[in-house]
Every structure is written in C-alpha cells, then in structure tokens.
C-alpha cells in the first residue's frame, strides 16, 4: 500500500487469493462518486487499485474505507454463497406452494359443488342480461 | 493547440465493450483513439480548460459504471 501525498492518490495491492476479483469491482464501484479509479496489475496475482480522491478527502480515510468496503463485500459475497442452498429452497416453496394451493382450491370446489354445471353456463350464457353497446 | 494524454488501460480489468461504449459517449468532449491489442489509449482535449488527463481520469470511471450497469442489466 502506497500514499503518494505529493501527487494525492493511494496504491492499493490486493492478493486475488483473499479477495476475489468480483469483490474488488464491488468495492470499486462503490467508489465511483468519491475518488477517480484506476485498476492495473494481474487478475490472478496482484491486483493494484489506484484512488485519486475527486474533492477534499484525506488520502488515508479513502485508502481505509475502500479497505473496509472490500472486506464489506467480501463477506457479503460468501454469506451469498453459505445461505445458496436456502435460499434456492425459499425460492422453490415461493414458486411452488400457489400452485399447490391452486390445485387444493379446486379439488375443494369440486368436492362442494353438486348441481349441474351446465345450468351455469346457460346462465352466463343468457341473451337477457346482454346489453347493447349503443346503450 | 489541443494537448493529448497517453497511457493504457489494462484489458485484464477493462472491458472492450465497455471501453468502445464510453468512447462513443465522449465523442463530444474530446478524441480518444484506443487500440484494442495493446490497451493503448490517447485522449485528446477539445476543451482548453479541461486536460486530457483529467478526461482520461473520468473516462476510467465512466467505463466502470459502464461495466457495472452491464452487469446489473
């Protein structure tokens, strides 16, 4: 990590190892509004993050924040990971259980219902209860 | 006279859609001729008072709220 205060940006070097690639663009988006953003380096061996604060911001708060914010991101992204399984299962049940009470409802509706199904559709079908457009 | 700014952006952490993208959307405010191999990029000012540093400073982040955007869509 390098503070060149003379030239008013911050070096920061991440190990893709501890923090992924992903959580890096995370954080740096986050930075946008903040600091100028630059990213150089290797992917899969060091990846460097140049901030150049926008207005008056204190070089070492941007380096700690960003730092903060991609150990934010880090463990946002495995609780997404950890919590994959139920959340998938959460999202079956909520997809699933209308159908099944669909299904329920009109076995229900079949059970309860004894006249002749036909005497609604006469009904509905009635020319009486028509009335013309012009009205 | 227009004075220029040239660097790279790293392809590794760029993306070229995102790059061609942001060029279009800066056509107004200065040239940029980036070459797609190399990373090589040349900004040029149209504004006398803005420097072409300062536009390729903005242009990195343009490109990663780009990026970011495409990835949300």
Same mark, same amino acid.
């Given at each position: 990590?390098?503070?060149?205060?003379?030239?008013?940006?911050?070096?920061?070097?991440?190990?893709?190892?501890?923090?992924?690639?992903?959580?890096?663009?995370?954080?740096?988006?986050?930075?946008?509004?903040?600091?100028?953003?630059?990213?150089?380096?290797?992917?899969?061996?060091?990846?460097?993050?140049?901030?150049?604060?926008?207005?008056?911001?204190?070089?070492?708060?941007?380096?700690?924040?960003?730092?903060?914010?991609?150990?934010?991101?880090?463990?946002?992204?495995?609780?997404?990971?950890?919590?994959?399984?139920?959340?998938?299962?959460?999202?079956?049940?909520?997809?699933?259980?209308?159908?099944?009470?669909?299904?329920?409802?009109?076995?229900?509706?079949?059970?309860?219902?004894?006249?002749?199904?036909?005497?609604?559709?006469?009904?509905?079908?009635?020319?009486?209860?028509?009335?013309?457009?012009?009205? | 006279?227009?004075?220029?700014?040239? @660097?790279?952006?790293?392809?590794?952490?760029?993306?070229?859609?995102?790059?061609?993208?942001?060029?279009?959307?800066?056509?107004?405010?200065?040239?940029?001729?980036?070459?797609?191999?190399?990373?090589?990029?040349?900004?040029?000012?149209?504004?006398?008072? @803005?420097?072409?540093?300062?536009?390729?400073?903005?242009?990195?982040?343009?490109?990663?709220?780009?990026?970011?955007?495409?990835?949300?869509?």
């Amino acid at each position: 990590m390098e503070i060149h205060h003379e030239d008013n940006f911050v070096l920061i070097e991440i190990n893709p190892e501890i923090y992924l690639l992903e959580v890096v663009y995370s954080a740096a988006y986050v930075f946008l509004d903040r600091a100028y953003i630059r990213l150089d380096g290797d992917a899969d061996k060091k990846i460097i993050v140049e901030l150049r604060p926008k207005e008056d911001y204190s070089l070492e708060q941007l380096k700690n924040e960003f730092n903060n914010e991609l150990l934010n991101y880090a463990f946002h992204k495995s609780q997404i990971e950890n919590s994959g399984d139920i959340r998938n299962i959460l999202m079956q049940r909520a997809l699933f259980i209308p159908e099944i009470n669909k299904i329920e409802k009109d076995d229900l509706l079949n059970e309860e219902f004894s006249g002749d199904p036909n005497e609604i559709f006469s009904l509905e079908d009635s020319s009486e209860n028509e009335v013309p457009w012009e009205e | 006279m227009m004075e220029s700014f040239e @660097t790279f952006l790293n392809l590794k952490f760029y993306n070229i859609d995102s790059i061609e993208e942001s060029i279009e959307d800066f056509g107004e405010v200065c040239d940029i001729f980036f070459d797609k191999c190399s990373g090589e990029i040349k900004v040029i000012s149209f504004d006398a008072e @803005t420097s072409s540093e300062e536009i390729f400073r903005e242009f990195c982040n343009y490109v990663l709220g780009v990026m970011k955007n495409n990835q949300v869509i």
